[in-house]
């Protein structure tokens, strides 16, 4: 009966330490998340200069962010966002 006890304390401190790792992988998934959107909204259309091909920006978006970012950027007003 000892063995079961110590068996179910074992897997629940087992699972314990999987929650808490995923709960800090998770945080910084959403960190980091956050700072590429940042930097995608933000940051980069600073930094175009006026006449920049804004498809070939758009179609680079899509293959570094892999998320569809250049998508939803191309759906974005262009005029405010790059001009």
Known sequence: M????????????QQRQLYDGFKLLRSKYDDLKESNSATLWEY?????????????????????SNTGEGMRMRNYSASVCWH
């Not at 000892?2 to 401190?13: L, P, Q, R, Y």
């Not at 980069?44 to 978006?61: A, H, W």
Request: net charge neutral; charged share 35%; proline share 6%.
């Open 2 to 13: 000892n063995e079961a006890v110590d068996s179910i304390k074992t897997f629940h401190k």
């Open 44 to 64: 980069i259309p600073k930094k175009i200069p006026k006449g920049y091909d804004e498809g070939e920006l758009y179609r680079l978006v899509d293959q570094l």
